[in-house]
């Protein structure tokens, strides 16, 4: 089955903790992207990549890291540096400039 | 300034009548579109894009129009169903770049 891959669903964390958040995808697609949701918000921009090796931060990068080591694969690294971690994190592929963007199920972070 | 941002934070409709979902965008760099659907708990679905050399874009049971002049969006579903309701998002991305942008959102929820 093609499509992306969030991992886990749900993630508690102890205030100060960094956690990593998986995202990976069987696309083949260039671009991958890390947003935000708050609830009964939109989705903002935390990352994202054109490309292997390359990533521009979004609207939202404080406290927030990534890497693109690989084509399949977007790491997020949310760090004892974000003030208010707790949120529904979304990863997103799209293959070219100007298409569509496919989300993955999302991962619901709790920081307690 | 950036922002995609909609008139309406919830749409109510009747089974079977047709729904106008709208949004507004303040740059006229923008140049392509995006609707999304987003269920609750989950990540957001396409429904249909548009790029901004078009005006208007069919797909099944949807519309959008897009009225650059007064940079406008909207998304019509005709004969809504209760499978219809979720949030709504437009998105948007400009000058060709990777960069998605997307609006605050709007609920649509169908009375039977």
């Known amino acids: 089955d093609g499509g992306i891959t969030q991992s886990p669903k749900y993630l508690f964390r102890k205030e100060g903790q960094n956690v990593t958040l998986s995202c990976e995808q069987n696309l083949n697609h260039d671009a991958m992207y890390w947003y935000r949701q708050d609830p009964g918000q939109g989705l903002r921009l935390i990352y994202y990549s054109q490309i292997v090796n390359d990533f521009q931060k979004g609207d939202i990068a404080e406290g927030y890291s990534v890497s693109r080591e690989k084509k399949e694969s977007f790491p997020l690294t949310v760090t004892s540096a974000q003030k208010n971690p707790t949120a529904f994190y979304l990863c997103?592929?799209?293959?070219?400039?100007?298409?569509?963007?496919?989300f993955g199920q999302g991962t619901r972070l709790t920081v307690v | 300034g950036e922002s995609v941002g909609l008139h309406l934070p919830t749409l109510s409709v009747q089974e079977g009548d047709n729904s106008i979902i709208n949004c507004a965008y303040s740059?006229?760099?923008?140049?392509?579109f995006i609707w999304y659907k987003q269920e609750s708990g989950k990540g957001p679905q396409f429904i249909i894009d548009i790029r901004s050399n078009m005006d208007k874009r069919q797909g099944q049971r949807v519309t959008v129009l897009l009225n650059k002049t007064v940079k406008h969006l909207s998304l019509q579903i005709a004969a809504t169903q209760p499978g219809d309701s979720a949030v709504y998002f437009c998105a948007e991305t400009r000058d060709s770049s990777y960069k998605l942008i997307f609006g605050s959102g709007t609920r649509l929820l169908v009375r039977p």
């Open positions: 740059n006229s760099a923008s140049d392509y």
């Open positions: 997103a592929s799209s293959a070219d400039v100007n298409t569509e963007a496919f």
